[in-house]
């Protein structure tokens, strides 16, 4: 699974460029060789560790500095939709309908802090943050368990 980097994405977001390309970088670093080939393939752009690579890029773009081999590596997204994904709910009354029925995705995503990333971005935006942890991190536990 291609980690999602949303302290670099909330860096970037408030304009601290050199430390959300630390961030991405560190996640890059990690993507697998098959990932990166993966990647390379005609529908690379539609893969989630795509987006990952261009948001790197992007920032890497701003920062003024020339495209490195991993900027290459994932394609633009097209401008028109090339490939309709199919069976996915795009409603939430089909969303429903689709969890009710008892079909079960193969994955789910959820992007939750961990304790140190939160406690950072506290003392960086101490005004962002209004619930306390001791709320934060049991609801986090109880969507989980609700989802599983």
Same mark, same amino acid.
């Given at each position: 699974?291609?980690? #999602? ?12 460029? =050199? ?10 670093? #990690? ?41 290459? *590596?994932? =394609?633009?997204?097209?401008?028109? #939709? ?21 079909? *079960? =995705? ?19 935006? =101490? ?22």
């Amino acid at each position: 699974m291609i980690p #999602r980097t949303p302290v670099a994405e909330l860096l970037a977001e408030r304009g601290d460029l =050199p430390a959300a390309l630390e961030w991405y970088d560190r996640t890059v670093a #990690r993507l697998t060789p098959e990932d990166l080939e993966a990647l390379r393939g005609p529908n690379g752009w539609m893969r989630m560790s795509s987006v990952l690579v261009r948001a790197r890029r992007e920032v890497r773009r701003r920062l003024g500095l020339p495209a490195d081999a991993t900027d290459k *590596i994932a =394609p633009a997204a097209p401008l028109q #939709r090339t490939v309709e994904p199919t069976g996915l709910p795009t409603t939430l009354d089909e969303a429903r309908e689709h969890f009710e029925s008892g079909r *079960i =995705p193969d994955q789910l995503r959820l992007l939750v802090f961990q304790h140190a990333e939160r406690a950072k971005a506290r003392r960086r935006w =101490p005004d962002g943050y209004v619930d306390p942890d001791e709320e934060y991190f049991p609801a986090a536990e109880r969507r989980w368990r609700g989802l599983a």
